[in-house]
Every structure is written in structure tokens, then in C-alpha cells.
């Protein structure tokens, strides 16, 4: 299926090789979203409190497992290069699909930008431990970012077992320091005292508030489906690894809350800027300690890893239809991958993670990762519309449709609700911004697009048209 | 008959790439110089501060021992710091006018293209 879709665009350019399997798409999904649990999500018990804290990991949780469930079905089927961006164009339509891109770039981009800044505050902070305080973070953010370029430059299968391995000890790490604590290593007990002292400090409104920071727990696990075209096998290994990875970030997160909420006043840990490694610090193991940092760092590069594999398949793929300039689409000779796309992307993660706060890039990342799961309820109703079960081969087909897009759609709307409340100005530069790029797009830039290869499956023509 | 788009420039692509990144910028930047990005987070400090006063039991005061903070005064503004979620209900209409006015238009324009699309895929204009 996917040969012929190549094909029928342009038969001789160079493709991106089929080499990943599920555990790849796991890593990929997981590696991406692991850093969810080392630094941010704390952030949403300092907006509603302890319980809120969890009540966010929870139904986040249920918004990414509806993405989750959704994604599946529609990658499994529309299965090429740039994911939700290739769905987008075949579903709804080319400015959808060059949204869909943007909130890609944007999305991963950004996300890249706050891993690189973590590293930074990260070796800051064990620097000053040391005595060392004041450490220059900046040739350690750049550093880390020019490395996992280089890395995706020279091939997707080598970035991407790295990422199977440092993703699966950053996920060992947490366990580890779980059953630890469980067994007593700690020399500060468990604490839960403040949900019965101090439940709501901000009543129900900070439950609500909370789900803002609450998605960092899973942002970016429907990455899995950018690699689409060099999966081997994309029925079988996108719902799998997609699937397999929610169920341990679910996981990871529950025992990261308990830990966390545990071991430190609600009120520290609403503020800290690395939350497990300072869980750790309270149990006063040296071993731990050393553990979750390296988990902590092992973490935020295997994010940043997948965000520039993620970022620059989005911006390749757009390139490649023409709807931002065709040079990028470039393949590399040698390594088969979008060297250009990446080459271009690395300056602009560094404009941000140099210059701006760590909680405006988040929040910058979270808004676009929020546009695209909005975009993700229709594009499913208008799929099951122009194709009903049983006019095109699923790879996969989720069940209780529609019950997850409701579910989804509703759960988006209260994070937006979610997201004003306090940052409602970046929510609103935001929309201006997808709203201006847009009518760009619509008035100049489509007239550059090639009509006819913007439909490229092997489907029958979509009911209603 | 297809429809033939026009080749672009080199300084057209450029020009085109040169707006995307003044967009993307401006969008996280300007918010940040003109001060109203972050949301507010106001320490309410209180007087003479004690572990007791700041609603920290005993197991609450080994952790910010563990966490180098010993002293109350140190961690006074941290625990007693709040957000303040008022809200104009006028700003949040308009916020919501401006997601749901966004994805209408994005998704009338696009079907506009989407038929231009099936047309020449599968209509008379097949290439």
C-alpha cells in the first residue's frame, strides 16, 4: 500500500528506509514523553495541590488514551511520513494538513527547547551541590542539541536504539526508586498528611487549572506515528507501540505522583524544576541520588532525541508537497534521512531554549500539542464518514467509536479552559499566529501546491464529494 | 487538464521561509516584552514564620531538611505563594470565539481545497 502511495507522487526519488520495528515505536512514543515524569508535570500540583495533582495525571491520562485509541486507527491506515500531517491531508484538507504540520514543528520544536533547557538547570544544580554554583548553562544546552542532531543526521536506526535504551533506563530508574522507597530506603518516611490538611488549597478550580500542566505527563506520545514510513510493518507495530507506550506512561506517572507527593510538601514540589531527582535527594541515597540523575538526563535526552526526529519528518514532509519551500524535502544520499529539515530546525530550538523561560516554552508546546488533539476529533468523525468500516483495509480499528472523540473533545476543551486560566495571553498570540499562517498559507502559498498529489492512498473517492 | 503550479524563486522560498520564522517568533516573544506572558504567582508571606505557622508537621520539616532548606524564613515564600484565577468572563468569550472562529475557518477553507483535490484525483481533471 505504502509502495504504491511513494510511488504514485514520484517514482524515483529516494525514500526513507522501512527498518523500525514496535519497540522502536515504543521508544520513540515513550522516549519523547518519559521526560513528562522528570520535570513539569509538577507544575500542576503547584497550580490545584496534591489531589489535584493526581486527579490531572488521571485524566490526562484518559485524554491520551482516547488520542491513543483515535491515532491507531488513523495511522494504521494513512500510514506515510509526517503522521497526523499525512491524515490531515487525505481527511480534511491541504491548510488543515499544513496546521497540523506547523502544530508539529511547533509541538516538538518547543519541547526540544525545554529538554535542552532541563539539562542545563540539571548539571546547574548538581554543580552547585558540589559547590560549584553559578555553572554556565549555555554551552551544555547547545551542546546537547547540536549532538542529537548530528545523531538524527546520520540515520533513524541509530537514533532511535539509542533511544530504546536510555528511554528503558530513565523508565528503570523511577521503578527503581519506587520499590526502594516502598522497601524503606528512604530516610525520610511518606507523608500524605496534606490531603486530609490541605485537600483543594484552590477548591475545585484547581482541579480544573491543574490539567494545564497535567498533559506534560504525556505530551507527545502520538509521535509515535511520524515514523510511519520507515516502520516495517505500520498495521501492526503503530497500534502496538502506541498502545504498549500510554500503558507505561499511565504507569510511570502514577508511581511518580506517589513518590513525589510523598517524599516532598505539596508546596516545594508545585515549584521544583526537577522533581525526581529531588525525590531522591530526601531519601538521602547516594546511589538513588546518581540514579535518578542519570535517569533524569538519560530522560530529557531521549525526549529532545525523538522531538528533533518528530520535528523534522513534519517539516520534510510539508516540504515535500510544496506547501513550505521544496528544498527541504530533501533525502540524503548516504543516510536516508531529511538532513535538511533537521539541519534547519536546530538554530531555531536554540533561539528559544537560549532565550526565553522554561514555563512559556512548555506552555508554548502544550498549546500546540492541544490544537492538534482538537484536530484530532473531527478528522476522525469525517474519516468513519468518507470511508465507513469496510470500504478501506484498517490496519487497526478502535472500538466505542465515538465515544473516545467525545470523550476527547470534551476533556480538550477543558484544558483549554485549563490553559486561561493564567496564561490566557500566550493562548490568545498563539491562535493569532495559527490564524495569520493560515491565511498565508490560503492566499499565497497554495498556489505552489500540486493539486492531484495531495491524495496519494490507494482509497476509493471519500463519500460526499 | 491539471492544474500546473508556478516555480518559485530562490528568493521567493526564502522570503517565504523568512515569514513563517518572524511569525513563530513574534508569537512567543512579543507576549514576553510586552510583560503579559506567565501567569501570577503571589508569595503572601507571614510574619515571624515557624515551622508550625506554616503548616509543616514534623515528617514536612525533615524533607526541607533534606532539601536544604532549614529555615522557615527560607521557605516562607515558597509555601504560601498562590495563584490568582479571577477571570473576566468577557476575555474568556473572546478567547473561545477565537478557537472556535480559527478551526471553522481552517476546516471551510480547506474543504474549498480538499474538492479541488478529489476533483483532479478522481474527477475529469485525473492526470
Redo the contacts between chains.
Keep these: 500500500m505504502d509502495d504504491i502511495t511513494s510511488a504514485a507522487a514520484e517514482p524515483d526519488r529516494l525514500r526513507l528506509l522501512r527498518v523500525l520495528g514496535p519497540s522502536h515505536v515504543w521508544a520513540l512514543g515513550v522516549g519523547i514523553v518519559l521526560v513528562g515524569e522528570y520535570m513539569g508535570w509538577n507544575f500542576s500540583v503547584g497550580k490545584g495541590g496534591m489531589i489535584a495533582g493526581l486527579m490531572a495525571c488521571w485524566v490526562a491520562g484518559l485524554l491520551y488514551t482516547c488520542v491513543a485509541m483515535i491515532d491507531s486507527e488513523v495511522t494504521s491506515t494513512v500510514a506515510a511520513a509526517g503522521g497526523q500531517y499525512a491524515q490531515a491531508k487525505h481527511i480534511v484538507g491541504p491548510l488543515m494538513a499544513f496546521n497540523v504540520g506547523l502544530f508539529l514543528v511547533m509541538a516538538y520544536t518547543m519541547l526540544e527547547a525545554a529538554n535542552a533547557i532541563t539539562v542545563g538547570f540539571l548539571l546547574d544544580t548538581v554543580a552547585g551541590m558540589q559547590g560549584q554554583a553559578g555553572l554556565n548553562q549555555q554551552p551544555f544546552i547547545v551542546l546537547a542539541v547540536m549532538f542529537l542532531a548530528w545523531l538524527n543526521y546520520r540515520g533513524v536506526l541509530a537514533t532511535l536504539t539509542f533511544n530504546l535504551v536510555i528511554t528503558a533506563v530513565a523508565f528503570l530508574a523511577i521503578v527503581a526508586l519506587f520499590v526502594s522507597v516502598q522497601f524503606g530506603a528512604s530516610a525520610v518516611p511518606l507523608d500524605f498528611s496534606a490531603i486530609t490538611t490541605d485537600p483543594l488549597p484552590y477548591g475545585w478550580v484547581g482541579i480544573v487549572a491543574s490539567l494545564h500542566f497535567g498533559l506534560w505527563y504525556y505530551l507527545g506520545i502520538e509521535g509515535t506515528c511520524q515514523a510511519a514510513e520507515e516502520v516495517r510493518s505500520p498495521a501492526r507495530s503503530l497500534p502496538y507501540g502506541t498502545m504498549a507506550g500510554i500503558m507505561t506512561l499511565l504507569v510511570a506517572a502514577t508511581m511518580t505522583w506517589y513518590i513525589c507527593s510523598g517524599l516532598m510538601p505539596w508546596e516545594y514540589l508545585g515549584q521544583a524544576g526537577t522533581p525526581l531527582f529531588d525525590a531522591a535527594r530526601v531519601t538521602g541515597s547516594t546511589g538513588l541520588m546518581i540514579l535518578l540523575f542519570v535517569g533524569t538526563a538519560f530522560a530529557t535526552l531521549a525526549s529532545a532525541n525523538g522531538c528533533i526526529n518528530d520535528a523534522s519528518r513534519a517539516w520534510f514532509s510539508m516540504s515535500r508537497d510544496r506547501y513550505l519551500p521544496s528544498w527541504f524535502g530533501a533525502v540524503h544520499p548516504v543516510y536516508r534521512t531529511p538532513y535538511r529539515a533537521i539541519v534547519f530546525l536546530v538554530p531555531i530550538a536554540l533561539i528559544f531554549a537560549l532565550g526565553a523561560p522554561l514555563d512559556q516554552v512548555v506552555t508554548f508546546s502544550i498549546l500546540s500539542g492541544l490544537l492538534g488533539y482538537t484536530f484530532m476529533t473531527f478528522n476522525m468523525v469525517m474519516f468513519r464518514n468518507k470511508w465507513p468500516l469496510g470500504k478501506i483495509k484498517r490496519g487497526y480499528v478502535h472500538p466505542f467509536h465515538p465515544l473516545p472523540t467525545i470523550v476527547l473533545l470534551i476533556l480538550c476543551s477543558t484544558a483549554y479552559f485549563a490553559v486561561f486560566l493564567g496564561y490566557g495571553t500566550q493562548l490568545s498570540a498563539m491562535m493569532c499566529f495559527y490564524i495569520i499562517a493560515s491565511l498565508w498559507f490560503h492566499f499565497r502559498r497554495y498556489k505552489f501546491v500540486r493539486r492531484g498529489d495531495q491524495f496519494t492512498m490507494p482509497w476509493p473517492k471519500p463519500q460526499g464529494y | 487538464m491539471?492544474?500546473?503550479?508556478?516555480k518559485?524563486s530562490f528568493a521567493g522560498?526564502?522570503f517565504?521561509?523568512a515569514?513563517?520564522?518572524v511569525?513563530?517568533?513574534?508569537?512567543?516573544?512579543?507576549?514576553?516584552y510586552l510583560g503579559?506572558?506567565?501567569?501570577?504567582?503571589v508569595p503572601n508571606p507571614i510574619a515571624d514564620p515557624t515551622w508550625e505557622s506554616l503548616?509543616?508537621?514534623a515528617?514536612?520539616q525533615?524533607?526541607?531538611a533534606?532539601?536544604g532548606i532549614t529555615d522557615p524564613a527560607a521557605?516562607n515564600d515558597?509555601?504560601t505563594?498562590?495563584?490568582d484565577?479571577s477571570?473576566s468572563w468577557a476575555?474568556?468569550i473572546?478567547?473561545?470565539l477565537?478557537?472556535i472562529?480559527?478551526?471553522v475557518?481552517?476546516?471551510r477553507?480547506?474543504?474549498?481545497?480538499?474538492?479541488?483535490?478529489?476533483?483532479?484525483?478522481?474527477g475529469t481533471?485525473?492526470?
Design positions: 491539471s492544474y500546473e503550479p508556478p518559485q522560498q526564502i517565504d521561509v515569514t513563517l520564522l511569525l513563530t517568533i513574534g508569537a512567543l516573544y512579543i507576549p514576553l503579559l506572558a506567565g501567569a501570577a504567582k503548616g509543616q508537621n515528617t514536612e525533615q524533607q526541607w533534606a532539601l521557605a515558597i509555601i505563594a498562590r495563584f484565577y477571570f476575555s474568556l473572546v478567547m473561545a477565537l478557537v472562529g480559527y478551526f475557518m481552517v476546516v477553507l480547506s474543504d474549498r481545497e480538499y474538492r479541488e483535490v478529489i476533483d483532479e484525483r478522481f481533471k485525473q492526470r
